[in-house]
């Protein structure tokens, strides 16, 4: 830490007489303890939270594709890259205030670690004014929706389904973002514990709302908003109201400070950069449906809904892996502060083991049963069914390789190297899976004249996976060599 950051925190002490928390066995066995058996327990509640943060987004689509068809499923593909968009914020404040907090609390200095989380709350409380703002200023959140690939036909709905989400975003920041500290502090199930209670409202919100009541769109909206406060009251309890807990909440801790807002940002920056290239993607990939599924029979709304089922699914497949990287995240800060770097190797390696074998399972079961996961959807026509499961089948071939490549770009980022991991994250989605999607619709074709320029669009993204994956491979292998020299004192850690 610098003089100029130990200044700052000097502004808002702790009071002399307070007493060291009960919780700090819970922070100090992240260097002692097994590393196996932190993984396993940090690992299963991150998993099932990102999960269920997913189930966020695919309950939507679940209620209004039975309610309203392949209508429903259009409005959610619409508005899926300006939710990926809140979701990029988030994550820019969250993790990168508890990246920020786990190298401190590695360090041993509680105080800083509680100003870095009084800012994240100020910070994620600004950010959701902005949001709120753009979304009901009309230029604003038309444009975003034209660029989205918004049909006529589904525009109105998908402008009030975003509206309504956007007005509510504080909750998303606290229930999604802040939320990553109560892992951090130690206290992993807690933390799934939040995320739990707030999607199983949110599921029941959204069949009585939108199944029941018939409020369709603007009733999924609310019962999104209702879960995410529900997740939100509970984190905010966490650290204001339960005794004897690592961090604490304080009001003092809350006035920003100019140089830890910027490291909050920087090392967030990488998380953010995923979430941003992944709308990114969906924006891009949203025209060319819309352009390429009005040239074949099922037109431009049924390609929406269809690859609009493959990337949630593709998504939820992909969920357990970030839930891997995410857990070993405070793992990895906490030994990298404390320079215990044999420990930060294993610990990297046992993630990346951990996060292959989980993404073999999802493959399995994705072409297990293709059918089934697509019918949960509530797409019965057989030529659609057909065109969808084809299509998933190819989005997912490389996914049993890339977990190591999720993990390997989180390692930079939980290590206090943001600008590696931005890059190793944007590499799939911008360098390469954007050119791809552009280019491989003019030449597949001819290649391959059975398949037409709508079907280059998901054989894309294996192409992309393997470029990614090849890359991360070179940066880990050059780390690896540069935490040798940490450990043998030829190099000094900075962060």
Same mark, same amino acid.
């Given at each position: 830490?610098?003089? =100029?950051?130990?200044? $700052?925190?000097?502004?808002? %002490? ?18 002692? @303890? ?6 396993? =327990? ?5 998993? &099932? ?48 205030? #508890? ?7 590695? =360090?041993? *200095?509680?105080?800083?670690? =509680? ?5 994240? @709350?100020?910070?994620? &409380? ?27 036909? /589904?525009?109105?709905? !998908? ?20 939320? #990553? ?17 707030? !999607?199983? /409202? ?41 005794k004897d807990v690592p961090l604490r909440l304080h009001l003092h801790c809350m %006035? ?13 920056? @990488?998380?953010?950069?995923?979430? /941003? ?23 431009? $709304? ?53 996060a292959t074998g989980l993404a073999i399972l999802m493959w399995a079961l994705v072409?297990?049963? %293709? #059918? ?15 065109? !969808? ?44 899976? &954007? %050119? ?9 074709? /001819? ?7 709508? *079907? ?8 992309? *996976? ?23 004192? $030829?190099? $000094?850690?900075?962060?």
């Amino acid at each position: 830490m610098s003089v =100029e950051e130990k200044d $700052e925190v000097e502004e808002a %002490p702790e009071r002399p007489d307070a007493p060291a928390p009960a919780g700090n066995d819970k922070v100090a066995r992240m260097g002692t @303890a097994s590393i196996p058996s932190l993984i396993v =327990e940090f690992a299963i509640p991150s998993i &099932i939270g990102m999960l269920v943060g997913a189930a966020y987004n695919v309950v939507d689509s679940i209620f209004l594709g039975q309610a309203m068809g392949s209508i429903g499923l259009s409005i959610t593909t619409a508005a899926n890259p300006i939710m990926i968009v809140f979701i990029a914020i988030a994550m820019l404040i969250g993790n990168g205030g #508890n990246a920020l907090a786990a190298l401190r609390l590695g =360090e041993g *200095d509680r105080a800083a670690a =509680e100003v870095v989380l009084g800012n994240t @709350a100020s910070l994620s &409380i600004v950010f959701a004014i902005l949001v709120a703002v753009l979304a009901f200023c009309d230029p604003s959140i038309d444009w975003l929706l034209s660029v989205s690939g918004t049909t006529p036909e /589904v525009w109105d709905a !998908t402008k009030q389904f975003i509206q309504i989400l956007s007005a509510g975003f504080v909750l998303q920041c606290f229930g999604f973002g802040i939320n #990553n500290f109560i892992r951090t502090t130690g206290s992993p199930n807690i933390a799934l514990g939040t995320n739990v209670i707030g !999607t199983v /409202v949110c599921i029941v919100c959204n069949y009585l709302l939108v199944m029941v009541l018939g409020f369709g769109t603007q009733g999924s909206a609310m019962a999104t908003l209702i879960g995410q406060g529900v997740s939100a009251l509970l984190v905010l309890l966490y650290f204001t109201v339960k005794k004897d807990v690592p961090l604490r909440l304080h009001l003092h801790c809350m %006035p920003l400070k100019g140089k830890i807002v910027r490291m909050v940002l920087s090392l967030g920056f @990488a998380s953010f950069a995923i979430q /941003v290239a992944a709308a990114l993607v969906n924006f891009v990939l949203n025209n060319l449906l819309v352009k390429y599924g009005a040239l074949t029979p099922m037109g431009s $709304e049924e390609a929406l809904a269809s690859i609009g089922v493959v990337q949630r699914v593709a998504m939820v497949a992909v969920m357990p892996l970030i839930g891997v990287a995410v857990a070993i995240q405070p793992l990895l800060g906490y030994n990298y502060g404390a320079h215990l770097f044999d420990r930060v190797r294993t610990t990297l390696k046992d993630g990346i083991i951990g996060a292959t074998g989980l993404a073999i399972l999802m493959w399995a079961l994705v072409h297990l049963f %293709p #059918n089934q996961i697509v019918g949960v959807f509530g797409i019965s026509d057989p030529d659609l069914r057909d065109f !969808t499961v084809f299509a998933l089948k190819v989005q997912m071939m490389l996914v049993p390789f890339v977990g190591f490549q999720i993990v390997g770009s989180n390692y930079f980022q939980a290590t206090g190297q943001p600008l590696k991991s931005a890059f190793l994250s944007l590499t799939r989605q911008v360098l390469f899976l &954007i %050119p791809l999607y552009l280019w491989l619709p003019t030449v597949l074709p /001819v290649w391959f004249p059975n398949l037409t320029s709508l *079907d280059a669009l998901y054989f894309a993204v294996p192409v992309a *996976d393997f470029l990614a994956i090849f890359t991360t491979a070179i940066f880990m292998a050059h780390e690896s060599r540069r935490i040798n020299k940490l450990e043998s004192g $030829e190099l $000094e850690a900075r962060f």
